[in-house]
């Protein structure tokens, strides 16, 4: 509290960039942001689903029983919108098949038998010089790695630096906001990876042929700030800015806006306007495995929330499954709720059997108390207080669309009130005084429009 | 937390609730704002017992609690669940209360009460669904209805306000309210004219002072006479964030630009902007009526008209209408507009494109 205090009544901080709209929900971040990264044991059982990111997903090169070496490839990318994937210990393949994923259908995943007490060094890579390579040939290596955005969202990185022939890209935004409660992810990643950072920055520059490059962080993670500033090169082609922390500032279109006062234009890329944005976990991620030929076997993930005893922010090998962290980090038996990202746009497991995928940067338990407040609140009619259209940051009528969407006109939502353009921010349904499921109602009206289109 | 409450997740089945994010919520609530509104409304109401004395006391209990049974009755007629928990309702009694005159008849205000309520709120689907402030469809119906009492004032601050009742106020049902005639010329202070400052303004060109309109001293409805304090309960709520400060700026400042320009123009007739704003009920419809979140409109644009056209409405209405107030029109006309007005005003979104051709 007191360094919320403080921010408000710093001068410096008034006049920093930011966006219209959104809110202020409480941080939460204190119980992990002091806490360095660590490591956690390798679990028997590795679950690495095949479609981790946006697009098409993997194609199996393994077989059952078949040893793989920690940091191999065991699945290849089918296509351009599609990236490989690699084995993130060492052991044998057990079986190809079905497994519960957070997203909710099960899907096809490689099932890894860990070999017990093998060391975490990755001892399957190639060093390079990332400084010879070309713009195509640092493409085709970003996809060889398996990057795809850390922050969440899980787009392949490699698509986003091949933007369309007719936009050139002349800033390369690097978000480090990460304005989810509770998360600290990215803020231990620009403490302690800088360096990563900074040389991931250069690499997405190069790629781009960019002339500059921001790194845009919350005014919550000065420290991170400082920690960047001392690696960054002295040519002032990279410089990284606190932005007023405000959810949801973490969200790409708010950030263009927030850092260059641009507005990404409805159903268009950020490289409409110049700009190419990608997330400090990724960035680090690319400068770390690009000169050694490496793959994305690991991620920070913030373990965090009142039913967790031992908080912290661990380096988990990708398809661990939720089940061994929370045996790991003792876990207290009332949990109501185990959420796979943010309390804000995460979304909740209901199988412990479900991995840590590319795009989870969090796991959070919420106990029975949290819950039970939540569930003790009863809807109300709308009030019209427009509550939610100060709240939106995408300056959309919440309220309108969402008494369309309690009578089913899901068509006049797209067509006269821009349903397409919600990004799901969830900022309407926390501040709604009637409880009113606003987000929840858009989820349902997008993809039943989704569905109609496609039968059309 | 000791040890044995860390138990091994594998071991057990798990307990876990499914929803969608987001899975934070802040505490205010429908509830907990329309409480807040009541708070703030409580130390208007004191001073205008303070002033008035038990019948502002007895008319403000009449007026919620005939709201309050209304609310019931009619939800128990419709069967479904009372609805008076939310704290709304009371709301719309104390505000009838207080823009009722100080010794206007009980049992009028009940009826009042009821037409507000009944009429106003429950009949368009109750909290949310209503067009325009119930207490406001009250308080017309109350003009229309009862002409004479509505525009019959008393003396502020007299001598025995605690002790005895204002004679109209004991008037027993469907009766004639009892003249007050001489008990106002017993009680009355200093000339006493039996008339608010507004109606001395526009009938009789007589001027008040700013400063008493600011502090109470006045004659007026229950709670309409201190300005000042009208304007500190509503900062309270500013502060908490439950009222839409946008809308008092707008109605404040429309108000005084337009009664400011024809106040350059002729300042022999017309009232200066100070005297606009601090008296009758303008204070009050705008910090606390106007913003009725259900009756105003929801777009930022759409906040500023509506405020500008109740401020324009009022001065038009007290400078040239037949009635020396017009605030109670002006903002039934402006929440009647006001889905108009949202229409009219949808907000630019973030990144919008110009749409080429028709469609």
């Known amino acids: ?168 890209v002349h800033t390369v935004l690097i978000n480090g906001c990460e304005c989810e409660p509770f998360l600290t992810t990215d803020h231990r990643v620009m403490l302690e990876q800088a360096e990563d950072l900074v040389a991931g920055t250069r690499i997405f520059m190069k790629a781009l042929n960019a002339e500059r490059a921001i790194i845009g962080t919350e005014n919550n993670k000065l420290d991170a700030v400082e920690a960047i500033r001392a690696k960054l090169p002295k040519d002032g082609s990279i410089t990284v800015q606190a932005v007023k922390t405000k959810y949801p500032q973490g969200a790409e279109k708010m950030l263009a ?45 913030t373990v965090t929330g009142p039913g967790i005893e031992k908080q912290g922010n661990y380096n988990v090998p990708i398809g661990t499954p939720i089940r061994f962290i ?131 | 937390m000791n040890k044995s409450a860390s138990r091994s997740p594998s071991q057990e089945t798990l307990n876990v609730q499914l929803h969608t994010s987001p899975y934070l919520r802040p505490s205010a609530s429908v509830e907990v704002i329309m409480r807040n509104v009541v708070y703030a409304l409580l130390p208007i109401c004191m001073f205008s017992v303070y002033q008035f004395g038990i019948s502002v006391l007895a008319l403000v209990i009449v007026c919620v609690g005939a709201c309050l049974l209304t609310e019931h009755f009619v939800c128990l007629c419709s069967s479904k669940p009372s609805t008076t928990n939310d704290w709304s309702v009371v709301i719309t009694g104390l505000l009838l209360a207080l823009t009722l005159p100080p010794g206007f008849p009980l049992w009028m205000a009940a009826v009042a009460s009821i037409v507000g309520v009944a009429v106003g709120k429950l009949f368009f689907g109750g909290l949310g669904y209503n067009v325009m402030n119930p207490a406001l469809v009250g308080r017309a119906f109350a003009q229309a209805a009862f002409t004479v009492p509505m525009t019959t004032w008393v003396p502020y601050l007299s001598e025995n306000r605690f002790t005895e009742f204002i004679p109209s106020s004991l008037t027993l049902p469907f009766l004639r309210p009892i003249p007050t005639a001489d008990w106002v010329a017993e009680n009355a202070i200093d000339g006493f004219a039996g008339a608010t400052p507004l109606a001395l303004m526009k009938f009789e060109q007589v001027p008040t002072d700013s400063i008493q309109m600011l502090l109470g001293t006045t004659a007026g409805s229950s709670g309409e006479t201190s300005a000042l304090l009208i304007l500190l309960c509503g900062a309270y709520l500013v502060m908490r964030r439950m009222m839409n400060w946008r809308i008092t700026a707008s109605v404040l400042l429309t108000a005084a630009a337009t009664s400011g320009a024809f106040y350059l123009l002729n300042p022999e007739i017309y009232p200066d902007p100070l005297f606009t704003l601090c008296s009758g009920g303008l204070m009050l419809g705008a910090v606390f009526m106007a913003t009725d979140m259900v009756a105003s409109p929801v777009t930022p644009w759409g906040i500023w008209i509506y405020g500008a056209f109740i401020g324009f409405v009022t001065v038009i209405i007290r400078l040239f209408g037949g009635l020396p107030e017009g605030v109670m029109y002006a903002i039934l006309l402006a929440n009647a507009a006001s889905p108009l007005i949202s229409a009219a005003t949808q907000p630019k979104i973030y990144g919008a494109v110009k749409r080429k051709g028709g469609q």
Not at chain 1, 267 to 284: K, W
Not at chain 1, 385 to 405: F, K, S, T, Y
Request: one cysteine or more.
């Open chain 1, 1 to 168: 509290m007191f360094t919320k205090l403080q921010r408000t009544l710093d001068w410096r901080h008034w006049f920093l960039g930011t966006f219209p709209h959104g809110i202020h929900p409480a941080e939460n971040k204190h119980f992990t942001a002091g806490l360095p990264i660590q490591r956690l044991p390798f679990s028997k059982r590795l679950v690495l689903p095949l479609s981790q990111h946006a697009g098409k997903p993997s194609k199996p090169i393994v077989h059952p029983g078949q040893e793989v070496v920690r940091g191999e490839p065991i699945a290849l990318a089918d296509g351009f919108m599609s990236v490989p994937l690699h084995a993130p210990a060492t052991g044998v393949i057990r079986e190809i098949e079905l497994m519960p994923t957070a997203k909710g259908p099960r899907t096809l995943s490689i099932i890894l038998e860990v070999y017990p007490g093998d060391s975490q060094e990755v001892r399957y890579f190639k060093s390079r010089n990332v400084d010879e390579m070309s713009q195509q040939e640092i493409v085709k290596a970003v996809q060889e790695t398996g990057l795809v955005g850390l922050g969440g969202a899980a787009f392949p990185t490699h698509v986003k630096l091949t933007p369309p022939k007719d936009h050139k």
């Open chain 1, 257 to 301: 806006k927030a850092l260059m006062n641009l507005e990404i234009p409805s159903g268009g890329y950020p490289s409409s306007v110049g700009l190419a944005v990608f997330n400090v976990s990724s960035t680090a991620q690319v400068g770390a495995l690009l000169p050694v030929n490496g793959g994305v076997i690991e991620r920070v993930v």
């Open chain 1, 326 to 456: 929370l045996d790991q980090l003792g876990f207290r038996g009332s949990a109501q709720h185990i959420i796979l990202g943010g309390p804000m746009m995460g979304s909740c497991i209901s199988s412990l059997d479900v991995p840590i995928t590319k795009g989870c940067g969090g796991v959070l338990v919420l106990t029975e108390r949290d819950v039970q407040s939540e569930a003790s609140r009863t809807s109300h009619p709308c009030i019209s207080c427009g509550a939610c259209v100060e709240a939106c940051p995408m300056h959309l009528n919440p309220c309108q669309l969402g008494r369309l969407a309690y009578k089913s006109q899901y068509d006049e939502m797209q067509s006269s009130f821009h349903l397409n353009d919600c990004f799901e921010c969830g900022s309407c349904s926390y501040v709604c005084p009637s409880s009113i499921p606003l987000v929840q109602y858009f989820r349902i009206a997008k993809s039943a429009n989704r569905e109609k289109a496609k039968k059309s």
